[in-house]
């Protein structure tokens, strides 16, 4: 946000600044330059592995941003977007050494998926006015292979969040 210092979160849509020009984009519908409010503000984070050991930042980090869209002033529509991982195995990299999950040191996300999603529920849902947690399985090893954990679930919530965050944007904005 112009003139007001602070995390922008990944993702904010609000007013332009009067005298900046907005920037279209080929293939995008909406133009994007620099705004002088925060009407909707949403942050995204991914738990992969090791989530239960990073559980608490993730949390404080959600919590935080939220405050960060708030600081500007007005009644921004705050939302959050977590990916958690259930596979039954992940490989993470530091340059080219791999760390494997083994199920005992190293626990597999689905070990804890259900645990980080219970925590997230518990301190950082009620910040948000829409919340949302995309249950995917994701390996990070050759092929790559990714799924949501349900499609249909997964395309549901998300389409209602959609439809509730446009009929509130009305209501607070139009």
């Known amino acids: 946000m112009t003139g007001?210092?602070?995390?922008?979160?990944?993702g904010t849509f609000g007013e332009l600044v009067p005298a900046a020009v907005a920037l279209t984009?080929?293939?995008?519908?909406?133009?994007?330059?620099?705004i002088a409010t925060i009407e909707i503000g949403a942050e995204t984070k991914i738990?992969?592995?090791?989530?239960?050991?990073?559980?608490?930042?993730?949390?404080?980090?959600?919590?935080?941003?939220?405050?960060?869209?708030?600081?500007?002033g007005?009644?921004?529509?705050?939302?959050?977007?977590?990916?958690?991982?259930?596979?039954?195995?992940?490989?993470?990299?530091?340059?080219?050494?791999?760390?494997?999950?083994?199920?005992?040191?190293y626990k597999h996300p689905i070990q804890e998926a259900a645990r980080a999603e219970q925590r997230l529920n518990d301190k950082a849902?009620?910040?948000?006015?829409e919340f949302q947690i995309l249950r995917f399985r994701a390996t990070n090893a050759k092929p790559f292979p990714f799924?949501?954990?349900?499609?249909?679930?997964?395309?549901?919530?998300?389409?209602?969040?959609?439809?509730?965050?446009?009929r509130e944007y009305d209501r607070r904005f139009a």
């Open 4 to 10: 007001k210092p602070g995390r922008r979160g990944d």
């Open 25 to 34: 984009e080929k293939g995008m519908l909406v133009a994007r330059g620099p």
């Open 47 to 72: 738990l992969a592995k090791a989530m239960i050991k990073q559980i608490d930042r993730v949390i404080n980090d959600l919590v935080n941003q939220v405050n960060q869209f708030k600081r500007g």
């Open 74 to 105: 007005g009644n921004p529509i705050c939302v959050a977007f977590v990916g958690i991982n259930f596979a039954e195995r992940y490989v993470s990299f530091e340059g080219k050494k791999k760390w494997p999950t083994d199920g005992k040191k």
């Open 125 to 129: 849902q009620s910040a948000f006015d």
């Open 147 to 166: 799924e949501w954990v349900d499609l249909v679930r997964t395309e549901m919530e998300y389409s209602s969040i959609l439809t509730r965050i446009s």
